[in-house]
């Protein structure tokens, strides 16, 4: 024991309070969110998470899986364009650089990719915050840091930020594969940076909904499950729920048809069309359709910029893009029956481009959805508290 | 009052955890807290330290409410948990950092106090090394000197002998006589009476959730109770007690126990018995005082 004083040391003052310590008087102490707590505690939430070997081995396990999926998918669709198209070839893309069979397989390409990194994005992610507040609870490291000068809202937002520049990681380490993919041609730059804007926005979401189910459940096991539930539903889950609703908006109602007069023959012009009416089954997507767009593969779709080169809907996001356009405009009515050309495809194609994009109110309820799980793990950190959950100790 | 508490109440569901608790701890006194096991001890503290919210009762520390001013109280208190983790891949002195960190000390202050913080818990050696290496008892003491990095008014310390070598245990007592020199609030709960006897000039003693006594070490030292006589020949030792009606049980091996009403009392006894030839070799309190005021206090124990 040394004997000389313990606040001979150094005069110790907090600097944000030139007068000396935090007076009283104020509640503001739940929402206050100055940077320097925030880098605290993710600087201490990086510290721990690099010095983890367990780290290393996911993010080398998880390169590999991205290296052998990008190869065997690369290798299939190239074949398989290959062989389908070579035989019609002699046309070259607008750019007039490449073999057509080459732009559409790295476009196709580029797409699956795409996904392929969102579905195992969405598979790891949840694991980076889904413990975090209940995980310190446990190893009761949480009330050291309740006990200082950080806000609620820093300790809450300083994991947030550790979980996402992890993701954005994961995300770094997926990126040479995107761009491999992206260089076989066939893909707008636009698309790949909007596709890389997405995919890291869409981590934070589910970084922040991770925190606000280890905020809520005590047990570890418990918030990863929810997170986990909660990335199924907007990932494969609203799609689901968007084809489980087909019932309730299909209606048998009197409609206009168009069809032809005489099916014996072949329809060479528009005078062979006729209109009636008929009761018919009408599917009104456009009543169900927002179902779709806050799913993150829908957002991504929506938003990537659509090849110039070829009006076709030949690769999974133009597919994905157009086909959720459809739903919004609804059952096309008159019902179209009478098929002589492909003016009624190309005016429905005009149709789909002329609506407002759908991704920035997809976009828009992904992060409303972030910030609510934010803001409930930053009231369940609050302190003193009244109550506690069930089977927990306060430090 | 660096620390007042007034019927302070809390429970959790059903379960009663504190009853009815009042307490003040002067500054610059060690102020113990005593009770068994459940009897509300810790809870207290979590209310004190801003944690929990009192269902009843009103409580300042360093002259704020934690309820309605955490951040006031917080940046002028020092709390060790009874239990708590580490960061354990951090080393002591990125813990410690850290913590400096969170309560905005400028950089080259929080450098020099974690520095100075290390040597006195005796953890320089280690201060490089990650946490997870360290024992039980380098914990604790690593957990005493987070509870100090923000040169705290008020330090709330939770068990903090728990785990401790004797040699630590001893340190720690300097520790916290120093912390209470400089004119500090110590309030230490634990269960090592004869180190808390030494340690503390009050004491609270608790028992089911409730204050049960208030003891000034001092003036219990002018109270009744037992001491321990030994002599080389317990036979003569006896019939000296015998001859001057001092009230005293049937002697055991080696020694015989005596009631003294004070001090002053046993030092009489102590010169009469060698004024009377009779070879003592010891005359000491059987036990703490603390230990004596608690046992008679707390004999309604479950």
């Known amino acids: ?395 | 009052m660096s620390i007042t508490a007034r019927g302070v109440r809390r429970t959790f569901g059903d379960v009663v955890a504190v009853d009815h608790i009042d307490l003040d701890a002067p500054a610059g006194r060690v102020t113990a807290l005593v009770g068994p096991n459940g009897s509300g001890k810790t809870t207290l503290l979590l209310v004190l330290a801003s944690l929990l919210v009192p269902d009843a009762g009103d409580v300042r520390v360093a002259g704020f409410d934690p309820v309605t001013d955490a951040r006031a109280v917080r940046a002028r208190t020092g709390w060790m948990p009874d239990v708590f983790g580490t960061w354990e891949s951090l080393t002591c002195r990125e813990v410690l950092h850290t913590v400096a960190d969170a309560f905005r000390i400028p950089r080259a202050a929080a450098s020099a106090r974690v520095d100075h913080l290390l040597e006195v818990v005796h953890l320089t050696d280690l201060a490089d090394r990650p946490t997870q290496v360290l024992s039980r008892g380098q914990k604790q003491r690593l957990g005493l000197a987070r509870a100090l990095v923000n040169d705290p008014q008020v330090v709330l310390l939770d068990e903090p002998a728990s785990g401790l070598d004797p040699r630590s245990r001893i340190e720690l007592r300097g520790i916290v006589r120093a912390l209470a020199a400089e004119g500090r609030t110590v309030l230490v709960s634990s269960h090592v009476l004869a180190e808390l006897d030494e340690m503390a000039d009050r004491a609270v003693i608790v028992a089911r959730g409730r204050t049960v006594a208030v003891e000034e070490l001092a003036a219990a030292a002018q109270a009744r109770r037992t001491w321990r006589v030994r002599a080389l020949d317990l036979a003569s030792l006896v019939a000296a007690l015998d001859a001057r009606h001092t009230p005293h049980a049937p002697p055991d091996r080696d020694g015989v126990e005596v009631e003294l009403g004070s001090d002053v009392e046993a030092a009489e006894l102590l010169a009469e018995l060698v004024r009377d030839g009779v070879p003592v070799v010891e005359l000491a309190p059987a036990g703490g005082v603390l230990e004596q005021a608690y046992l008679a206090l707390t004999e309604d124990r479950r």
């Open chain 1, 1 to 395: 024991m040394s004997d000389d004083t313990l606040a001979s040391a150094a005069p110790v003052r907090p600097d944000d309070a030139p007068g000396g310590l935090p007076a009283g008087g104020g509640r503001g102490g739940t929402w206050g969110l100055g940077w320097s707590g925030i880098r605290t505690v993710a600087v201490l939430e990086l510290r721990q998470r690099i010095r983890s070997t367990r780290w290393v081995a996911v993010l080398g396990v998880w390169t590999a899986i991205l290296a052998v999926l990008t190869v065997l998918i690369r290798w299939a669709i190239r074949r398989t364009f290959a062989g389908s198209i070579q035989t019609t070839d002699g046309t070259v893309d607008a750019a007039g650089a490449l073999p057509a069979a080459d732009v559409a397989a790295g476009r196709v390409t580029f797409g699956i990719i795409v996904f392929l990194v969102l579905s195992l994005a969405g598979l790891v992610a949840p694991a980076l915050s889904a413990t975090s507040i209940n995980g310190d609870r446990q190893a009761g490291v949480l009330a050291t840091l309740q006990t200082t000068l950080l806000t609620p809202a820093q300790i809450v937002v300083g994991k947030l930020l550790a979980a996402w520049v992890t993701a954005l990681a994961l995300l770094a380490a997926g990126l040479p594969f995107l761009v491999w993919v992206y260089l076989d041609g066939g893909t707008p730059l636009g698309r790949l940076l909007v596709t890389l804007g997405v995919l890291a926005l869409t981590l934070l979401v589910v970084c922040a909904v991770g925190l606000g189910w280890s905020g809520i459940t005590s047990r570890t096991s418990s918030s990863a499950v929810l997170t986990y539930l909660t990335v199924a539903l907007l990932g494969p889950g609203l799609p689901l729920l968007f084809l489980l609703s087909v019932p309730l908006v299909t209606e048998n109602e009197r409609v206009q048809v168009r069809t032809q007069t005489d099916f014996s023959v072949s329809i060479t012009d528009p005078s062979q069309c006729t209109v009636l009416t008929e009761v018919r089954s009408l599917t009104h997507t456009e009543r169900s359709w927002w179902l779709l767009a806050a799913s993150p593969y829908v957002v991504v779709a929506d938003a990537s910029p659509k090849p110039t080169t070829r009006p076709g809907t030949d690769d999974p996001l133009a597919i994905i893009r157009d086909g959720v356009r459809d739903a919004r405009l609804g059952p096309a009515v008159p019902v179209e029956e009478c098929f002589y050309d492909d003016v009624q495809d190309r005016e429905r194609q005009r149709q789909r481009d002329a609506l407002g994009v759908t991704w920035p109110s997809g976009l828009a309820a992904l992060l409303a959805l972030g910030t609510a799980f934010t803001a409930i793990a930053v009231r369940r950190l609050r302190t003193p508290t009244r109550t506690l959950p069930a089977g927990t100790r306060v430090a």
